[in-house]
């Protein structure tokens, strides 16, 4: 079956400081990968998404970028983290039009 | 551009009735349309999808609708317990694209 790996669980850094993020999939090959961003009682909002190595897709400008260097590894990055990237950060596959989610890294900027 | 709404307000209902949930969208008609259900600190887990053709689509206790006409899908959930107490979200998918994009969710509460 199927799973989806996403850390750290939860992270604390500072504001100015460097991001990374990893996703990694198992138990599929050529996976659609997405990067979610959910601020505190907020939607959903699609940041990054991916329909193979080396296809990145962005949805909203801003300090933050992805990267998919293998089939079933998705990375989001940052060089400089600001206040307003606090949020709880999701990152999914599709298959047959269905999304499954990982558990979620929870990103507080201080 | 294409916007999703929801009920922006939580919805409590009493334990035994019918939840009753709303999904409007504008512009172009989705392909497909997705329920998915969240827990606080979760990530949403898929329920139902239902496709332009299909006007019902029924899962247990789950029942969803798609209206082409109206532009809307009603999401329905029958003999409501409170572990039906989610955060419910819609999502529209258009046949020539790779996204997934969510509405921004109804908080429903079931009481005893």
């Known amino acids: 079956s199927q799973t989806i790996h996403q850390w750290p669980a939860t992270l604390v850094q500072p504001v100015g400081s460097p991001l990374s993020l990893e996703c990694t999939v198992e138990?599929?090959?050529?996976?659609?990968l997405y990067w979610y961003r959910q601020a505190a009682g907020r939607g959903l909002q699609l940041l990054f998404y991916s329909v193979g190595i080396g296809q990145i897709s962005s949805e909203v400008p801003q300090n933050l970028s992805a990267s998919r260097p293998q089939d079933r590894q998705f990375i989001l990055s940052s060089k400089k983290l600001l206040l307003s990237d606090s949020g709880f950060y999701l990152c999914?596959?599709?298959?047959?039009?269905?999304?499954?989610f990982g558990p979620g890294t929870r990103l507080t900027v201080t | 551009s294409q916007k999703i709404e929801q009920n922006s307000e939580a919805l409590n209902i009493q334990e035994g009735k019918t939840a009753t949930l709303t999904c409007n969208y504008t512009n172009y008609s989705p392909a497909y349309l997705q329920w998915y259900r969240q827990d606080p600190g979760r990530g949403p887990v898929f329920l139902l999808l239902i496709r332009e053709n299909e006007k019902e689509k029924r899962k247990e206790r789950l029942k969803v609708t798609f209206d082409t006409t109206l532009k809307q899908s009603l999401f329905h959930i029958t003999a409501s317990q409170p572990a039906d107490s989610a955060t419910y979200l819609c999502a529209p998918l258009y046949s020539s694209a790779s996204k997934i994009i969510f509405g921004s969710g109804t908080r429903l509460s079931i009481r005893p």
């Open positions: 138990g599929t090959s050529n996976p659609n």
């Open positions: 999914a596959w599709s298959v047959a039009d269905e999304q499954y």
